[in-house]
């Protein structure tokens, strides 16, 4: 079993900036890449960001690129969502999650967190 925790959600102006954590435990498989999805009030939960556990290749959605950076400390099994620049369209819960290798499809990711709530809004 894979257990997930994120946390560092919170209220913040646009423009500004937080830094999201997951942290990761449990039976990691080498080949499970960790995922930042996030879903907005009436709208589908989408992949945000995401990074292999293996050779560290990022993925971002086009809508966060440029201002979200995704790193990981694979001696704690964390990994960190650093957002800049940040817009009331970012307003979500970001879930962390774990199961796969890289992908942008939500429902193939198999161990979620519970989630924190980001909200941008002056």
């Known amino acids: 079993q894979v257990q997930i925790v994120e946390s560092g959600g919170g209220l913040v102006q646009p423009g500004g900036s937080l830094r999201l954590t997951c942290a990761a435990s449990g039976l990691l498989l080498d080949y499970y890449a960790i995922v930042w999805l996030r879903q907005a009030p009436g709208k589908e939960r989408e992949v945000v960001s995401c990074i292999s556990r293996r050779d560290g290749s990022t993925y971002y959605a086009l809508s966060v690129e440029g201002r979200f950076t995704i790193s990981k400390d694979n001696a704690k099994d964390m990994v960190y969502l650093q957002m800049n620049s940040l817009n009331p369209e970012d307003t979500a819960v970001y879930y962390c999650?774990?199961?796969?290798?890289?992908?942008?499809?939500?429902?193939?990711?198999?161990?979620w967190g519970q989630g924190t709530q980001v909200t941008v809004s002056s």
């Open positions: 999650a774990t199961g796969r290798p890289c992908g942008f499809e939500p429902d193939e990711y198999d161990y």
